[in-house]
């Protein structure tokens, strides 16, 4: 993995596929290339880093064609380096580009060795152009050989094929890995993201999984996963080229929490008539789901099971439904048990994390017969495998670290709170006050971000740390998890979260005036409990930042400083307390000079295993 732009046109590929590339820079990578066929010829071009290196390559000794696939890599087999980068050859006559991992790559490796191939990279994804290029010797055509080849292939897969055999066709499939096919006039175009061909179409074509797709100037087959042909809807995109540029801002992450107030106000926008959330949002059966589901598992990886832990204890708490939560790819490996009347939230930004998508195949084979798929992108496979569905319409995330996919996914839990609720014990009203609350979050998220120039001064202690340790109690505990996993993305420093009572259970021994522990404090019955942590920490010398309500009579004392957050409501407190630990994490990496939006090693969208 990572991206994959490729099309066939009447006019010159490389510019769109390098412009394609950097749209897709977003996602995290550590080498990129291109290919393009012209007058029989493959010509390739791979470079080590950043695409500019590659447009740097291509401004020295330019190619061109009306045909081509280009590939930003994340290493998963082989380390980063040139010979490892996509696209890959097989005897200069087939190309091919890749997301994904293929399982039983060192099986049919050593098989193709004994037919005499030579490998030149240490990837997965060089077996699948010399597999392509085997299977062409004994079939007919580049479309067949696909077939015969992606039946020998264990494990997930987008892939982009041409072949100098018939320079006029492009070959795309997917099976478990995301790619779309855009839709231009007497052009195509395929990329694992739509962001990345917002300049040149907006109509997307969403393959399925298993399908296989055959492209040429003026024709276009699809064939899904039983070889037969089938019709996939044209779907127009109301994103546009200028939705995910920077605009101001210096980083789209920066950018991305300034936005979080007009995204929460879409997340509830027509949700509602008279004040009164509408079931239908879930889907048009979700009332009926929900009047038979008597408890809730939610599967989800990283920030979104940070989205979910907060969620349990919501719907615990407010609604009294018995509510499990667990790391997605935990869950489908230990053999769980699903009480009957499950309903499985499962929580993804992309909607494509393997191992959530994975989870949820698993729970439909243990029998849960009800599905809720909370999401951003809408023709996702995570949203097409789900019952009922409730996207958090956070508007193009572009920043690795996540920030309004975050605060937007839990608005939208408080929603499934509710909903719920309603035949559990959530009372009209507190109902009413919740609702309330949410009308007004992005209102009191404008005043949070006022926090920015102080909390931009308070990262300045941070510039030579290297831990930190973070704390919160109740459904605060989560956003204190959700600030350690943002500093340590993107500032690499070493960040960990601890419910505040575990303090003495370990914990403890850390601390000293290296060691700045940052903790959320909002005005709840867990306060006084929470005091008496912060003083345990204080009276061994702990550098000590407290995020704290306004409303509290405290004031800076010693180690101890104190930044007031605005008053809100306690059920919807946890939304606000994780917007100045995003700008404290956002504020420590400028300093340290880190790249913000695309940290090393990691990837927005996590495709595979």
Not at 126 to 155: C, F, P, R, S, W
Request: charged share 20%; glycine share 8%.
């Amino acid at each position: 993995m990572c991206g994959i732009v490729g099309g066939i046109a009447q006019r010159n590929i490389v510019p769109i596929l390098l412009e394609g590339l950097k749209r897709l820079e977003y996602r995290g990578y550590d080498s990129a290339g291109l290919a393009v066929i012209n007058d029989g010829t493959i010509y390739r071009k791979r470079e080590l880093g950043k695409v500019i290196g590659l447009e740097v390559l291509l401004q020295a000794d330019p190619v061109s064609g009306h045909i081509g696939i280009a590939h930003t890599r994340w290493a998963t087999h082989g380390k980063p380096s040139t010979a490892n980068a996509h696209p890959h050859l097989s005897r200069d006559k087939v190309a091919v580009v890749h997301n994904g991992i293929i399982e039983n790559h060192e099986q049919l490796r050593n098989a193709l060795k004994e037919n005499g191939y030579e490998f030149t990279s240490e990837t997965d994804t060089e077996v699948i152009v010399h597999q392509i290029y085997h299977a062409m010797q004994a079939t007919d055509g580049l479309l067949n050989a696909v077939k015969l080849t992606i039946k020998k292939l264990e494990g997930a897969y987008a892939l982009g094929i041409m072949s100098t055999t018939e320079p006029d066709t492009l070959i795309a499939c997917r099976k478990g890995s995301p790619l779309v096919i855009g839709v231009g006039i007497g052009e195509y175009f395929i990329a694992s993201d739509v962001a990345a061909l917002l300049p040149v179409t907006q109509r997307f074509i969403f393959l399925e999984d298993g399908d296989i797709a055959s492209i040429s100037i003026n024709e276009l087959i699809i064939y899904n996963g039983d070889g037969e042909i089938v019709t996939r809807p044209i779907k127009e995109s109301q994103l546009t080229a200028d939705s995910v540029d920077k605009g101001d801002y210096r980083h789209y992450m920066l950018k991305e929490i300034y936005e979080q107030p007009f995204a929460i106000s879409q997340t509830l926008e027509g949700r509602f008539v008279n004040n009164r959330l509408q079931e239908s949002s879930f889907g048009h059966n979700a009332s009926e789901v929900f009047d038979n589901i008597k408890s809730v598992q939610i599967l989800a990886c990283g920030t979104s099971y940070h989205a979910g832990l907060v969620a349990r204890y919501w719907l615990e708490k407010l609604a009294r439904v018995p509510c499990n939560i667990e790391v997605a790819s935990e869950f489908r490996y230990r053999n769980p048990v699903l009480a009957a009347d499950t309903l499985i939230v499962t929580i993804s930004q992309s909607g494509e994390t393997a191992d959530t998508l994975a989870a949820l195949q698993e729970a439909k084979k243990l029998g849960a017969k009800y599905s809720l798929a909370i999401c951003n992108v809408p023709e996702s496979s995570l949203v097409r495998e789900s019952d009922l569905v409730l996207m958090t319409r956070a508007g193009p995330e572009i920043g690795v670290a996540s920030t309004k996919a975050f605060t937007t996914q839990l608005a939208t839990l408080m929603l499934l709170v509710i909903a719920i609720g309603r035949r559990f014990q959530l009372t009209e009203k507190l109902e009413q006050k919740i609702t309330s609350e949410l009308f007004r979050l992005p209102g009191n998220i404008e005043k949070v971000l006022q926090l920015d120039g102080e909390i931009k001064i308070l990262a300045e202690q941070f510039a030579e740390k290297q831990h930190a340790l973070f704390l919160g109690r109740g459904s605060h505990y989560p956003i204190a998890m959700e600030g350690a996993l943002k500093l340590k993305e993107i500032s690499y420093i070493h960040a960990e979260a601890y419910p505040a009572g575990e303090l003495k259970h370990g914990p403890l021994a850390l601390i000293d005036a290296d060691m700045p522990v940052i903790t959320v404090a909002p005005n709840n019955s867990l306060l006084e409990k929470l005091k008496s942590n912060i003083q345990e920490v204080s009276a061994r010398g702990g550098q000590l930042i407290v995020f704290m309500d306004e409303t509290l009579a405290s004031a800076a004392d010693g180690n101890v400083q104190i930044v007031k957050v605005p008053q809100v409501e306690n059920e919807i407190s946890p939304i606000i307390y994780a917007i100045p630990l995003q700008l404290l994490s956002y504020h420590v990496a400028v300093l340290k000079g880190t790249d913000v939006d695309q940290p090393r090693n990691l990837a927005k969208s996590v495709t595979v295993e």
